[in-house]
Structures are given as C-alpha cells and as structure tokens.
C-alpha cells in the first residue's frame, strides 16, 4: 500500500497566522491527493481534491498544491473555525488511505 | 442534498457478526461508487473499502485489515449501501462512516454522520 505521511503531527498557531500542513506519498501517485478537515464528534469534511481544487462552500484561505509525492495544505489566515484535524489521503490506488492527521491547536 | 445515514451499529462480541446499511437520499445512488471508512477511538481514519457503481461492474476494493472478513453490497434501488462484518475482532471497535466517492469519483465528498461498532465480550 501507498504510504502517506503528514508533517507535522501537530501544530500550535494564532488567530491570523499563515499555516502550512505537508503531506508525502511513498510513491508518485499523481493529483490523486484529497485533503479533510475533521472537528472532534463530528464526520470528515472535503475541503481540497486533486491536489488543488477547493471543494464548494470551502472558503478561500485554504489552498492546496504539490504532485509527485509532495503535497501542501495551505491556511493563509487561519480562523477560530479552523482548528481542527487535517488529513490527507491518496486515491492514486484502488487501496485508499490516509495520512495520520495533523492536529491544529490554538496557541 | 445529499444526505448518508448510517445504521446498524452497536455493541457485539467478538467472532460475532453485523451488518451496517448507508441509507442515501439525495443524487443518482446508483451513479457512484459508495465507500466505508472508520475511525477507532483516538485515532486517525482507515479506509475499509469501496463498491463500485454497476456501471463499473459494481466490483469491491478491500482493505487488508478486513479482507475475507466483511463484504461490501448495494441496491440501487432502495439507495443503501452495507457493510457485512463477519468475525469482529475487538480492533474493529470504530466509528464507520459511509461516504461517497472512492472510485471514479476520486475523493469523498459526502460523508454520514458515522455509526459506533463496539467489539467486547
């Protein structure tokens, strides 16, 4: 299976910082690369899918780049909203999976 | 809108079996590939695996972790999607969310709101 790893595992920031989530793939696989954001209790929510395309109703602070085997999330600002769990998550095979989450803390 | 409701969840022992139904409403059910995905107590999320759409041959992808073990249906024309769990062991204590997408559909974009499994004696 693909391995995906996330850096880092966590991550303390401020109210209007400049957040940066990386995301590394053991192989190429491509634009085949989703990112979730996850509140605690509650479902996954899409927020970027092949790579870089910002899903409906996520708004524009959050922006996603990379292909190959080298991908970033991106919070230009971030928002009280915003903290939460990041995953990324390959779907370049028929075997999906996940990176291990990045928990983004208030500072 | 799309709507994902799971069911089915629920404390069972281990070697024991269940099934979860994904109840979907709201697009062509029968148009996507459907996905199972869980998330054990504190910790990260796990695809389980998918179910194509017929168009695709309605063939089913598997994670190691459950292979042999649980088996993926559909009916399209009631909408729902199962999850057949066959010898729970207790590391499949999870929430299992039903999603949308997995194959063709490249990403999940619909998710439930995730049924609790509890594998204990």
């Known amino acids: 299976d693909i391995q995906m790893t996330q850096s880092p595992s966590s991550l303390s920031a401020s109210v209007g910082d400049r957040v940066t989530i990386t995301c590394r793939a053991s192989q190429s696989i491509s634009s085949y690369l989703n990112w979730y954001q996850q509140k605690p209790g509650k479902a996954p929510k899409l927020l970027i899918y092949a790579a870089s395309s910002l899903q409906s109703g996520v708004p524009s602070r959050f922006s996603g780049s990379g292909s190959g085997t080298d991908f970033t999330l991106t919070i230009s600002s971030l928002q009280p909203e915003d903290f939460a769990t990041y995953y990324c998550?390959?779907?370049?095979?028929?075997?999906?999976?996940f990176g291990q989450g990045t928990r983004l803390e208030i500072k | 809108e799309v709507q994902l409701v799971e069911s089915g969840g629920g404390l069972v022992q281990p070697g024991r079996s269940l099934r979860l139904s994904c109840t979907a409403s709201?697009?062509?059910?029968?148009?996507?590939?459907m996905s199972w995905v869980r998330q054990a107590p504190g910790k990260g999320l796990e695809w389980v695996g998918f179910i194509r759409s017929k168009a695709y041959g309605g063939t089913t992808e598997y994670a190691a972790s459950v292979k042999g073990r649980f088996t993926i249906s559909r009916d399209d024309s009631k909408s729902i999607a199962y999850l057949q769990m066959n010898s729970l062991k207790t590391e499949d204590t999870a929430v299992y969310y039903c999603t949308r997408g997995g194959y063709e559909l490249w990403q999940f974009d619909y998710w439930g709101q995730g049924t609790l499994v509890t594998v204990s004696s």
């Open positions: 709201g697009f062509t059910f029968g148009d996507y590939a």
């Open positions: 998550q390959q779907s370049y095979s028929t075997h999906i999976t």
